[in-house]
């Protein structure tokens, strides 16, 4: 594992100050059905937005979320639910492709959930690789892959890194890993991501980190989830400004909530390169 000290107190400090004084900023988190813990992973985020004193907007998309409340379409506000002092939820399954323009684009549908939430300083929008593509392509934001040790979960992080890079045009990811800090595999897996990365479609992985699931909420946090979180906030410029997004195709969905041991792949990792 890399080794991101904690940063000294003034620079935290420094960071809490700039990201105040900025507008909202967009995190797209690329849902994956086959990682155990996905929900762990997303708070895990959510705490280290909320170390800097910033309210996270999670818009929850993915292929296993509930679906958008009866009112979305004439009072989202209303749908938003406040969970704690720095997290608020609004449920949003097949939500963004119902803002889909002529163009193929959902992009509004950014301004919608900022004007039905203006309190929140980050929206985490966590959703397909699909759907993300109509909501941000050419946009200069950094999206998070998620994945375990589970080889499927692996083979579609890089998937949605692949579909994104291509429909999107965005190069450069974050990846977060549902696993113990101190698995040797979880080095070998962002390796691997960040070999087929660059080599089959030029793209970067420019950092990662490992949450474990099994672990308490209030477990310190790790200070390479803590650099993760304000390299996701630094590299995701304020403003919502709309961009027209390619054509894209749904994935196929599965069930993202359904809890099993994690598992060492004991033939290598596959990845779906070509």
């Given at each position: 594992m890399r080794d991101h000290s904690t940063p000294p107190q003034?620079?935290?400090d420094g960071l809490r100050k700039l990201f105040a004084s900025s507008r909202v900023r967009f995190v797209p988190v690329?849902?994956?059905?086959?990682?155990?813990?996905?929900?762990?992973?997303?708070?895990?985020?959510?705490?280290?937005f909320a170390e800097l004193g910033l309210?996270?907007?999670?818009?929850?998309a993915g292929e296993q979320a509930p679906q958008a409340g009866e009112l979305a379409a004439v009072d989202l506000a209303s749908c938003v639910e406040r969970l704690s002092k720095h997290v608020s939820y609004l449920p949003a399954r097949g939500l963004p492709m119902?803002?889909?323009?002529?163009?193929?684009?959902a992009a509004q549908f950014l301004e919608v959930v900022t004007d039905a939430a203006p309190y929140a300083d980050v929206v985490l929008l966590h959703a397909s690789a699909a759907e993300l593509a109509r909501v941000v392509a050419s946009r200069e934001v950094r999206p998070v892959l998620l994945a375990d040790t589970d080889t499927m979960s692996v083979t579609h992080a890089y998937a949605g890194m692949k579909w994104l890079a291509q429909r999107a045009g965005l190069m450069v990811y974050s990846l977060l890993l549902a696993c113990s800090p101190q698995l040797r595999l979880a080095d070998?897996?962002?390796?691997?991501?960040?070999?087929?990365?660059?080599?089959?479609?030029?793209?970067?992985?420019?950092?990662w980190a490992c949450l474990d699931p099994r672990m308490p909420a209030s477990s310190p946090m790790s200070a390479e989830l803590r650099h993760l979180a304000r390299e996701l906030l630094i590299a995701a410029p304020p403003g919502m400004v709309a961009e027209p997004a390619a054509d894209?195709?749904?994935?196929?969905?599965?069930?993202?909530w359904q809890r099993r041991p994690a598992t060492v792949p004991a033939q290598g990792l596959v990845m779906a390169a070509n």
């Amino acid at each position: 594992m890399r080794d991101h000290s904690t940063p000294p107190q003034d620079q935290a400090d420094g960071l809490r100050k700039l990201f105040a004084s900025s507008r909202v900023r967009f995190v797209p988190v690329v849902s994956n059905p086959h990682v155990v813990g996905g929900g762990a992973l997303l708070e895990g985020l959510c705490a280290a937005f909320a170390e800097l004193g910033l309210h996270t907007l999670v818009i929850d998309a993915g292929e296993q979320a509930p679906q958008a409340g009866e009112l979305a379409a004439v009072d989202l506000a209303s749908c938003v639910e406040r969970l704690s002092k720095h997290v608020s939820y609004l449920p949003a399954r097949g939500l963004p492709m119902r803002y889909i323009n002529a163009n193929g684009s959902a992009a509004q549908f950014l301004e919608v959930v900022t004007d039905a939430a203006p309190y929140a300083d980050v929206v985490l929008l966590h959703a397909s690789a699909a759907e993300l593509a109509r909501v941000v392509a050419s946009r200069e934001v950094r999206p998070v892959l998620l994945a375990d040790t589970d080889t499927m979960s692996v083979t579609h992080a890089y998937a949605g890194m692949k579909w994104l890079a291509q429909r999107a045009g965005l190069m450069v990811y974050s990846l977060l890993l549902a696993c113990s800090p101190q698995l040797r595999l979880a080095d070998r897996i962002a390796a691997q991501i960040s070999s087929c990365g660059d080599g089959f479609l030029g793209a970067v992985l420019r950092d990662w980190a490992c949450l474990d699931p099994r672990m308490p909420a209030s477990s310190p946090m790790s200070a390479e989830l803590r650099h993760l979180a304000r390299e996701l906030l630094i590299a995701a410029p304020p403003g919502m400004v709309a961009e027209p997004a390619a054509d894209a195709m749904p994935l196929r969905p599965r069930a993202m909530w359904q809890r099993r041991p994690a598992t060492v792949p004991a033939q290598g990792l596959v990845m779906a390169a070509n």
